[in-house]
């Protein structure tokens, strides 16, 4: 019981720095590399974001980042800890 309470623990301590690790992202100014920082944004759709904010300008609010193909209410709530518009 010990041990599996002490492996319990330390694949939660391996898991936190990743957590803590995490660093806002400008969505206004990042890269498609970049934005794939965000949860449940992969290439395809960093590089959509990326083409909206080209054609419409900068994102006035984390709202706007729904009229992107792909981004969604779930995505926006998911990321808004991480979501800086300047």
């Known amino acids: ?3 599996w309470i002490l492996a319990a623990l330390l694949l939660v301590f391996l898991g936190l720095p990743a957590a803590w690790a995490a660093e806002p992202v400008n969505v206004n ?4 590399e970049e934005l794939t920082r965000l949860s449940n944004v992969g290439p395809s759709k960093a590089a959509a974001i990326v083409s909206y904010r080209e054609e419409h300008g900068p994102f006035r609010s984390v709202q706007d980042l729904t009229k992107v193909t792909g981004i969604g209410e779930r ?5 808004l800890d991480l979501i800086q518009l300047d």
């Open 75 to 79: 995505i926006v709530e998911m990321n």
């Open 29 to 32: 100014t990042a890269t498609a």
């Open 1 to 3: 019981m010990k041990q």
